[in-house]
């Protein structure tokens, strides 16, 4: 059903999700060790092993299944766990926590692209000639998209996103407390958004602007980096 080319990316694909996804994760549990609350670092969580972030259907089928029927890249890992109470300023705390997991994948951006800048200066490195040496480039790059993707992806708005945690850290209290309410119409908003345009045939909207404003983002991070 399948050719091994098609097979062969989305493995790929997908164990780069898992890579990206661990390191967003141990960036969350770690923020939150360092905020006071160690619950993370107590459930073994605050580790760069994937084993421990996995959730089989969202880091692995889902995105697997989404990669093989070219039906877009949608996924996510089990829940960093994080203790509010433990948190000195929970507000403002919670808001740091969210963001260091989109901000670790804006370093690893830069990361990732600087590995190619060192690869792309060694002589016997050659994307123009060489098949291994241009597929090695593609990945590269490819990793570098899903990463900033991550990131933007997250910092949408809507509960349980990253986003959520940090619009509600900075608002003021008594809008926060209103924001707060619509927590329980995230997910199906979410779900909505991603499932609903390719039910129906028409764009989704909200993924040609997530694309757009991760082209924008690997662009700046690129050229910064200078490849």
Not at 40 to 69: C, K, W, Y
Request: glycine share 8%.
């Amino acid at each position: 059903m399948f050719s091994p080319e098609i097979i062969y990316g989305a493995i790929l694909i997908v164990t780069q999700f898992i890579i990206l996804l661990t390191f967003h994760e141990w960036a969350h549990a770690k923020s939150a060790d360092m905020l006071g609350d160690s619950t993370a670092r107590e459930q073994g969580r605050m580790s760069v092993n994937p084993g421990v972030h996995i959730d089989m259907i969202g880091t692995i089928l889902l995105p697997l299944f989404g990669s093989l029927f070219n039906m877009g890249f949608f996924g996510w890992a089990k829940p960093v766990p994080v203790n509010p109470y433990n948190l000195k300023n929970p507000r403002r705390d919670l808001m740091l926590i969210a963001g260091a997991g989109p901000a670790m994948n804006i370093l690893l951006t830069f990361v990732i692209l600087i590995i190619l800048k060192v690869l792309l200066e060694f002589d016997a490195f050659d994307a123009s000639e060489n098949r291994l040496h241009l597929e090695i480039k593609r990945q590269i790059r490819i990793m570098a998209y899903i990463s900033v993707l991550l990131a933007a992806f997250n910092m949408l708005p809507l509960f349980p996103l990253d986003g959520f945690s940090v619009v509600r850290g900075l608002l003021p209290e008594q809008l926060a407390r209103e924001f707060e309410k619509l927590s329980p119409y995230g997910m199906p908003i979410l779900m909505c958004l991603i499932f609903l345009p390719g039910l129906f045939g028409i764009p989704n909207y909200v993924f040609i602007f997530l694309n757009d404003i991760t082209a924008t983002m690997l662009g700046v991070i690129a050229k910064i980096v200078g490849v």
